[in-house]
Structure formats: structure tokens, C-alpha cells
């Protein structure tokens, strides 16, 4: 696993992310991206990630980071609990996109607000790649988030989907072939995903899938690939990727 960070054209990174391995080989990353413009964004995406527990076994325990996250950034401004969406750069506010796997449960994804979830998987012919879930935006071209931590809405019981602040896919909602050679999970934030995708309007997943050679078997250095490729295009935001690649090695530890 491995995650990094660039701050691109802005004045303080507000993106921050966490990789955790456990010895029965468990594993955790996550992306936020802080709102806002300030300091109370980049504080919110470093509550949010400093919450995450070491490991998230299934849906539930999933949702149950994502509410705890979600507390520990509304705390940030407890007298304004009626903040909206357009009033972002009034109250700390952070997306977060998280992937997990245990033995026991298997694989866990959970998604709220616009930082990019994709399953990469490599064949002969080398790495593909399909995106999971949507992008929390409203309609038009500077859509604003439709949801996200910190965030003025109720915390409903699991299944309620429409109204739950985050989406959650397991592995069996995830449609990739049986017979692989090797999957990755990477998580990106919106500034290292959208340069990708600028140029030719490519899909996002398309678009890291071609960054990674065909012989990459190491998250670091599939995260160095991605974000190579987004400073390649020009970062108009900061930028982090995150990645946890389950491939063959000659080390069974590695991770």
C-alpha cells in the first residue's frame, strides 16, 4: 500500500490520506479532500482520516467510520450546524473515499462526495480498469457537492442508500472478471483525477488504467504512475492517490 500527495498551484495541501496493514493481512486506505479554501478544510480531512479505525470488516463497521469521521469534523465548528453546501467556506467540510478488505468480510468500499474510486485488475494484456460508484455533484460544470463529511444531514439506518451521506460497495458489487493475475484499488482526489480526464473526455477509470505498465506489481509504484501522469497534464488543484495492489510476488507479506 501507498499513498501520495502534491499540492499543485494552491497556498497549503488540504488533501490527506492513510495506508494500514495489519498482520492477518487486513488492510485500510483513504482519501479527503478538504473544503472550503482554508484551513478549516484542511483540518477536516486530517480529523476525518485520524478517526479512520485500523481495520472495517464489512458494510456496517463502514458506515460506522464514516459516521464517526463525520462527527469529529462537525465538531470542528459546533455552532454551526446548519451549514449547507454553499456555505462550504463557513464550516470545515471534507469528502472521503475509503477501501478495505479483511479475511472474514473480503472487499469494503465506501464514497462520499467527488474523490474517485477505481478497481484496476491485469490480465496478459496488461491493466483495465472500472470505476465504482458516482460522483457526488449536482448537475453543470462547477457542480457543487451533493455530499460530503461535515455535512448538515441525518444518519439513517443501513440500507436507507438515497439518503445515507455515502455510498458502500462490497466486492460482489463489483463486476471484474474471476480469473485475474492481479488487482489494485486506487483512490484519488479530485485534482489528480480530473487532469486525466481533460483532454479527451476519457473515462477516469480508462484514463489511470493507461497510466499503469503492464509489469507494475508494486502500489508505490502504481501511485507514482497516476500522479505522474496528472503533473504530465497540469494540476489546477492538489492532488493525492492512494493505492493498495493485491498481486502476485515472491514476498506472500506483500501488500
Known amino acids: 500500500m501507498a499513498w501520495t500527495s502534491a499540492v499543485g498551484p494552491r497556498e497549503q495541501n488540504q ?7 495489519r498482520g492477518d493481512g487486513s488492510w485500510l486506505i483513504a482519501v479527503a479532500d478538504g473544503l472550503g479554501g482554508h484551513s478549516r478544510g484542511r483540518a477536516a480531512a486530517r480529523r476525518a482520516i485520524r478517526t479512520l479505525p485500523r481495520r472495517v470488516a464489512g458494510p456496517a463497521e ?17 455552532k454551526h450546524p446548519r451549514q449547507t453546501l454553499r456555505d462550504a467556506r463557513m464550516c470545515p467540510a471534507t469528502t472521503l473515499s ?10 469494503t468500499l465506501g464514497i462520499a462526495g467527488d474523490t474517485r474510486v477505481v478497481v484496476l ?13 458516482r460522483v457526488h455533484r449536482s448537475a453543470g460544470e462547477y457542480g457543487y457537492l451533493t455530499r460530503y463529511l461535515g455535512a448538515p444531514l441525518a444518519w439513517p439506518q443501513m440500507g436507507e442508500t438515497d439518503r445515507d451521506p455515502m455510498d458502500i460497495f462490497t466486492d460482489a458489487d463489483i463486476d471484474v472478471p474471476a480469473e485475474l493475475t492481479g488487482y489494485a484499488v486506487v483512490i484519488t482526489s479530485d ?14 477509470a480508462h484514463s489511470i488504467a493507461a497510466a499503469v505498465h503492464a509489469d507494475d506489481n508494486d502500489a508505490r509504484i502504481i ?6 501522469a496528472a503533473l504530465n497534464t497540469g494540476l489546477a488543484d492538489n492532488a493525492t492517490v492512494a493505492v493498495a495492489a493485491v498481486v502476485p510476488t515472491a514476498d506472500p507479506d506483500a501488500t
Open 15 to 21: 488533501d490527506h490520506a492513510r495506508c494500514r496493514l
Open 62 to 78: 463502514m458506515q460506522a467510520a464514516f459516521k464517526a469521521a463525520h462527527k469529529a469534523v462537525t465538531k470542528l465548528a459546533p
Open 98 to 107: 475509503m477501501a478495505a478488505w479483511t479475511p472474514a468480510a473480503g472487499l
Open 121 to 133: 485488475w491485469r490480465d496478459d494484456a496488461g491493466w483495465h480498469g472500472r470505476s465504482v460508484g
Open 191 to 204: 485534482g489528480a483525477w480530473e487532469p486525466l480526464t481533460s483532454d479527451r473526455k476519457r473515462p477516469v
Open 223 to 228: 501511485a507514482d504512475r497516476v500522479m505522474d
